[in-house]
């Protein structure tokens, strides 16, 4: 006998055992979940940054080697890679005209320096006393300007014993005249008495008229000798002062002639001086010397008789104690973003982002302008000082150094996930059914 089949299972009874969420409470986990996002969207936060392309490079950027007037080459003291110190030699030149142009020139400067040296002598008046330095390397020169000293001299004295004789004769002339003016004085006061005492006798007829006649004339002699004298004494006295004066004037003359050549001679001392100084500079610059400590990079001559042609670049050195920097391209549609001061990122394209991390940097500048290479893109020059010149934690295990390349994320600022929601939808309001 087959067993009678189960009863089926009653649909309401199944329904009612697996009965669904009421559809409210469907509507209000959904507009929680939606809700919690938006808090969430609206206070989570993002970085906006804009992303530069660059290379690490020294702060005081390379160092051109150049030579003012150029030559041969004698000696070279490096090779490309070597690491130098300031004033180390670089390079040595021969410069043919350099040493022989000083030579002259510091005979020159002995020479007036000896010069000058009489002619202060001359113009005080005080003994002739050389240079020591002068007087040993210019011997013959030192001679020849004794000589000339004492030539100048036995030529004022002898000036100066002319003039003085004439000034004694003339003084000997008006002490004369003058003698004899006084004698011609005497004698005509008492012939004046004699013929006074005559007259008053010749009244008396106690005298001879012609005797009288006598007197008077010798009065009249005297008298005009007198006169003689005394127009002549001036006039003596006059070429006495005249000879004074120009014995005076010899001796300024001379002296206001070495002052003079004085003022010459210094002139072009300091000429002189100044060629001198110029040359010692080109002996000097035949050894070509690091101005900076560096890496010798990019040698341009390596050829012992070679030729450096004047201003040419002779090499190039990078700075090794130099702050380093990251020079960044910047597209000039991220130029209104960025500024002075805002951190950024470094990933140093030599070491793996994923495995040995990144630096942390700050912009120190910001180009005013933008620049435009020829045949590519305009970009603003971005300088970013990093925090650090190594990767990781140990210094110096991953050194950066100029060259590396870099990509630079510079953090120009915040925005929240719900603001990068709701923009594309406000641009798209802003931007949509718009027609030409």
Do not use: C
Request: proline share 5%; no cysteine; hydrophobic share 40%.
């Amino acid at each position: 006998m087959t067993p009678a089949p189960a009863p089926a299972p009653n649909l309401d009874a199944l329904v009612q055992r697996h009965k669904a969420p009421p559809l409210r409470f469907v509507t209000w986990l959904i507009m929680g979940l939606i809700a919690a996002f938006l808090a969430w969207a609206s206070v989570a936060q993002l970085d906006e940054v804009s992303v530069a392309m660059g290379e690490v490079a020294p702060q005081g950027r390379v160092k051109v080697v150049q030579h003012l007037e150029g030559g041969l080459i004698v000696d070279i003291f490096v090779v490309e890679g070597d690491e130098v110190r300031q004033g180390d030699p670089l390079m040595l030149l021969d410069l043919a005209t350099a040493g022989v142009n000083r030579d002259e020139i510091q005979i020159r400067i002995d020479s007036l320096r000896l010069t000058r040296a009489r002619l202060v002598a001359e113009a005080e008046g005080t003994p002739l006393v050389f240079p020591e330095a002068e007087a040993e390397r210019q011997p013959d020169l030192v001679r020849a300007e004794r000589e000339t000293h004492e030539a100048r001299r036995n030529e004022l004295q002898s000036s100066v014993s002319v003039l003085q004789q004439q000034v004694n004769q003339r003084g000997s002339e008006v002490r004369e005249l003058e003698a004899r003016s006084r004698a011609a004085a005497a004698n005509l006061r008492l012939a004046r008495e004699k013929l006074a005492m005559s007259a008053s006798l010749l009244k008396e007829g106690l005298t001879a008229r012609m005797d009288h006649l006598q007197l008077q004339a010798e009065v009249e002699d005297l008298q005009g000798t007198l006169n003689t004298l005394a127009e002549s004494v001036p006039r003596a006295r006059s070429a006495l002062a005249e000879s004074e004066a120009r014995l005076n004037e010899i001796g300024l003359r001379f002296r206001r002639e070495a002052l003079e050549q004085i003022g010459e001679t210094e002139m072009n001392l300091a000429r002189n001086e100044d060629l001198l100084g110029r040359a010692t500079d080109q002996q000097l610059r035949t050894e070509i010397r690091s101005p900076i400590d560096g890496i010798v990079k990019n040698m341009r001559h390596n050829t012992i008789g070679g030729v450096v042609r004047a201003g040419e670049p002779i090499l190039d050195l990078v700075p090794s104690r130099d702050d380093l920097v990251v020079e960044a391209r910047l597209n000039p549609v991220d130029r209104g973003y960025v500024r002075e001061g805002q951190e950024a990122t470094l990933k140093i394209s030599t070491y793996d982002y994923a495995r040995y991390g990144s630096l942390k940097g700050i912009v120190t500048l910001v180009a005013p302008d933008s620049t435009i290479p020829e045949n590519d893109q305009p970009y603003f020059r971005v300088l970013v000082r990093p925090e650090k010149y190594y990767l990781g934690e140990q210094p110096g295990e991953y050194q950066i150094t100029p060259g590396m390349e870099a990509t630079v994320d510079i953090h120009t600022g915040t925005r929240s996930v719900l603001d990068y929601l709701i923009r594309p939808v406000l641009k798209l309001k802003h931007e949509a059914f718009r027609e030409r």
